[in-house]
C-alpha cells in the first residue's frame, strides 16, 4: 500500500497576517515540521500542496509541489487535485504546515490504523475531530467531489460520507496545536 505524505500548504494566512508557514520554529520553517514527521515514516511520494506564489519560497529538496489550480479553495479542493494527479499512491496522510509540535510518532501511530474497512483515519480529542492531520485512502474522492459540487469546503463535509475510524488521543495533546494567529503561540513551546 503506497502512502503518499501531504503538506498542506497553501493558505492565505489571513489571521496571521504574513506566509505562517515560513515562520522559524526550533531553527526550522514551521511547514518543515510536518514534513519531517512524513519524512520520519518514510512516506513517499512527499508532496507540498501550496499556490504558485507561495512555492518559490519552500526549501524542502526532497518534496513533489502540487500548486493549485486555482488559489485558495481549501485543503478539500487540494486533496482532490492531489489523488487525480498520484493516481499510483492509495493512502494519503495529510498534515497542515501550520502545526509545530507534529511528530513521527503520531505519525506512525494513524498509519497503524490503516485498514481495508475504512477509508479515513481521523484524529479525534474529546468532541474535536482533527481532519488536517489525517490519513485518507485514495476512496474518498467521490465524497469530495460530492461535497464541493454542493460548495460545501471543509473536511467534514467529505467525512460525513465516508468510512471513518476515529483515533482518540488526549484533550491536552500538544500534537495538534496549531497557528493561526500570532498569539496562538503557545508560551510552552
Same mark, same amino acid.
Not at 52 to 80: N, R, T, W, Y
Not at 135 to 146: G, K, M, T, W
Not at 159 to 178: G, K, M, P
Given at each position: ?14 489571521? =496571521? ?5 515560513? $515562520? ?6 514551521? =511547514? ?19 499556490? $504558485? ?14 500548486? !493549485? ?49 475504512? !477509508? ?7 468532541? =474535536? ?6 490519513? =485518507? ?22 467525512? $460525513? ?9 488526549? $484533550? ?15 508560551? !510552552?513551546?
Amino acid at each position: 500500500m503506497t502512502t503518499a505524505g501531504v503538506v498542506l500548504a497553501g493558505g492565505q494566512s489571513s489571521r =496571521y497576517g504574513q506566509p505562517k508557514m515560513f $515562520e522559524i520554529f526550533q531553527g526550522s520553517p514551521l =511547514y518543515e515540521h510536518s514534513l519531517q514527521a512524513l519524512r520520519a515514516n518514510q512516506l513517499s511520494p512527499l508532496i507540498i500542496a501550496t499556490n $504558485e506564489a507561495l512555492q518559490p519560497h519552500f526549501e524542502a529538496v526532497d518534496c513533489i509541489f502540487s500548486i !493549485e489550480q486555482q488559489a485558495h479553495q481549501g485543503p478539500l479542493a487540494a486533496l482532490k487535485q492531489i489523488i487525480q494527479t498520484y493516481t499510483n499512491c492509495e493512502w494519503f496522510f495529510v498534515i497542515a504546515s501550520d502545526m509545530p509540535c507534529m511528530n513521527a510518532h503520531f505519525v506512525q501511530t494513524l498509519l497503524q490504523q490503516k485498514t481495508a474497512d475504512y !477509508e479515513a483515519i481521523v484524529p479525534a480529542q474529546a468532541d =474535536y475531530i482533527q481532519p488536517l492531520a489525517a490519513l =485518507y485512502h485514495r476512496n474518498v474522492l467521490p465524497a469530495i467531489d460530492e461535497a464541493l459540487c454542493q460548495n460545501r469546503r471543509s473536511m467534514k463535509a467529505m467525512l $460525513e460520507q465516508v468510512r471513518v475510524q476515529y483515533v482518540h488521543f488526549a $484533550e491536552d495533546d500538544a500534537t495538534f496545536i496549531n497557528i493561526n494567529r500570532q498569539q496562538d503561540w503557545p508560551k !510552552e513551546l
